[in-house]
């Protein structure tokens, strides 16, 4: 049986090159400690702000500048964390990194409050006389609008020094994810032993490897089910319990006016996609149940290949030709980003005991993006390194032509970057072949794309929206309840095609995206904004492309339905979000067809 290496045995070029931030811990250290220096500067103003609109510079100066170093220290110690999260050193790291932020962001904490406490009036001619101040124009206009929502300075320190606390079950739950789940090897079909980990083996083309590693995952998940329904339920209470203490209508109002649009956008991407989508998906399904020659479908069975012969094996070096190739169209500034990426170890491909699983990108200031990944050398790889380096090369062009504080779009638009550059290359490989079985077969890791965003995550975006709704009432969240929403929802969607098991109805205990506010339904929205984006820029080439890249290079300088727009997608009506569905319909179509012939 082939085991999971170590951290210690993987290849040093399958690893990102976390020494680009700091050469060595030593390094680190006395970053950590200069830290409080770089706070001063920013703590030295306190009581100064209505002596003047340079005080109010300083601080937002400072302000960047702490940033800037403080995503740097947390930076360092959370991906040597994410690359090995047994190892105790790791999480000391990390653990003090969070400790001194919480401590830093408390003594800060009073710059917006002072702010917004001066007289009516006095930001606004702030901005009209020290000319530094426009490039905050923007986030000072955001502490405006959200004054209503603002607690005294007293009780905004308070939460701010808590804050390690009050986001802890996030990484309760990560460190569990990564540590306590522990798995036996589970058998194939010819009696092999296989290594066994969260996530592992879904898309097994043996049916009896994929459903025992099913039943291994669903036997240890039970076993820290209540666990994590207590995490869930409170996290869920601690948002219910703050929005009633800034003045929000509920905790759904308060999540979604951080990512600044409004609840009927966020039920119409619900409503449309699980609605509209579900005939098709459900074509899908029993497609798949007549060509694996199922009499039933398990969830494990969802992501199945039907065509397991077709992919040969990929070597890294062959899918980066084929992911430059692909977006190339985004022009020579886009295209020299993404070849650093391949080429320059931003991405840690590793599989190996501890690590983080699924794939995410973190682009550091003043350094580059760091990617995590398994690689399985497939072609599919190239669709998720594509998705992770668009959040790359946006987090790249909007911090290199927008201040920090300006560089991130709000949570609604952040997937947009990254599932477009999926539909990009798999339209560069679609029109590179006329093979009818590779075109089928690429259909089908397009459809893989949506049902990772339109179905997977905006069901797990479902379970948070019913989820909030009995919170508001005072239904206490547990496991029970999630187990029953879950089931209840998979088999609303998929219509009696799919088998609502314990596994099934557990499937909300796999991810990590529930402790960070309203984040999975997120990824419908961006890439509904992705293909539109896709299909102009296939229809009409560089035009549409160039435009994109500007709206990269906006970063957070606009707010998201404002990007939207500038891309030429209108996200306030239903449109979008149904063209979009239709796209995946007349895919789902082209696949049935083809097995028709």
């Given amino acids: 049986m082939a085991k999971q290496l170590l951290r210690s045995e993987i290849p ?9 931030i700091f050469a060595t811990k030593e390094e680190w250290e006395k970053e950590l400690a200069q830290l409080k220096t770089y706070a001063a500067v920013v703590i030295k103003n306190k009581g100064k702000l209505g002596d003047g609109p340079k005080f109010l510079l300083e601080c937002l100066d400072g302000s960047e500048e702490l940033q800037s170093h403080a995503m740097r220290v947390i930076s360092y110690a959370s991906l040597h964390l994410a690359s090995d999260g047994t190892n105790q ?11 001194i932020m919480s401590e830093i962001l408390a003594q800060t904490s009073f710059v917006q409050n002072e702010a917004l406490g001066l007289p009516e009036g006095t930001l606004e001619r702030y ?5 530094g101040l426009q490039a905050y124009r923007f986030l000072i206009q955001k502490w405006i609008d959200n004054k209503p929502h603002m607690l005294s300075a007293e009780t905004e320190m308070v939460l701010a020094s808590l804050s390690q606390v009050l986001d802890s079950m996030g990484e309760v739950y990560e460190r569990s994810r990564t540590n306590d789940l522990k798995f036996d090897s589970v058998l194939d079909s010819q009696g092999n032993a296989h290594p066994m980990s969260l996530g592992r083996h879904e898309s097994a083309a043996d049916i009896t490897l994929r459903r025992n590693a099913y039943a291994e995952l669903t036997k240890k998940l039970t076993l820290y089910n209540q666990t994590y329904g207590a995490t869930w339920g409170t996290e869920t209470k601690k948002n219910v319990i703050t929005a009633k203490l800034r003045g929000f209508e509920s905790a759904t109002h308060m999540l979604l006016n951080r990512q600044e649009v409004s609840t009927d956008i966020y039920h119409n991407i ?5 609605t509209e989508l579900a005939p098709h998906w459900r074509r899908y399904a029993q497609l798949r149940k007549e060509v694996l020659g199922l009499d039933k479908m398990l969830y494990c069975d969802i992501e199945a290949p039907l065509d397991p012969e077709y992919s040969a094996p990929v070597t890294y070096e062959e899918v980066s030709e084929t ?3 692909g977006l190339s169209v985004l022009g020579d500034e886009y295209r020299e980003i993404i070849r650093k990426g391949l080429t320059e170890r931003w991405i840690d491909r590793a599989d190996n005991v501890g690590k983080r699983t699924g794939a995410f990108c973190n682009t550091v200031h003043g350094v580059h993006p760091f990617i995590s990944l398994s690689w399985t050398g497939q072609m599919r790889n190239a669709l998720t390194i594509s998705h992770e380096l668009g959040h790359g090369g946006q987090g790249v062009l909007a911090q290199r032509y927008q201040k920090l504080t300006n560089a991130r779009p709000t949570m609604f638009f952040i997937e ?3 599932t477009i550059n999926e539909l990009l290359v798999a339209n560069y490989i679609l029109k590179n072949t006329n093979d009818v079985r590779t075109r089928r077969w690429l259909i089908m890791q397009l459809l893989m794309t949506y049902h990772h965003n339109f179905v997977r995550h905006l069901i797990e975006g479902e379970v948070q929206r019913r989820t909030y709704v009995l919170a508001e009432k005072g239904q206490p969240i547990n496991a029970n309840i999630l187990n029953r929403i879950q089931g209840e929802i998979i088999d609303e969607f998929y219509g009696g095609e799919v088998v609502i098991d314990e596994g099934a109805k557990q499937v909300w205990m796999r991810q990590s995206h529930y402790y960070s506010g309203l984040y999975p339904y997120s990824y419908a929205a961006g890439l509904t904004v992705g293909t539109a984006v896709a299909r102009r820029i296939e229809a009409e080439g560089s035009k549409p492309a160039a435009q994109w890249v500007e709206v990269l290079k906006a970063g957070g300088t606009k707010k998201p339905l404002d990007l939207c727009l500038m891309a030429g997608v209108d996200m306030t009506h239903k449109k979008p979000i149904q063209d979009a569905v239709a796209y995946v319909g007349s895919l789902v179509d082209e696949v049935i067809n083809s097995y028709k012939k």
């Fill in 416 to 418: 947009a970057p990254s």
């Fill in 323 to 325: 992911i430059l190739n």
């Fill in 89 to 99: 050193e790791y999480q000391i790291m990390a653990g003090r990194a969070r400790a």
């Fill in 127 to 131: 901005l009209k006389e020290e000319e």
């Fill in 270 to 274: 619900h409503d449309v996609i699980l």
């Fill in 12 to 20: 040093v070029e399958q690893t990102w090159k976390v020494e680009d």
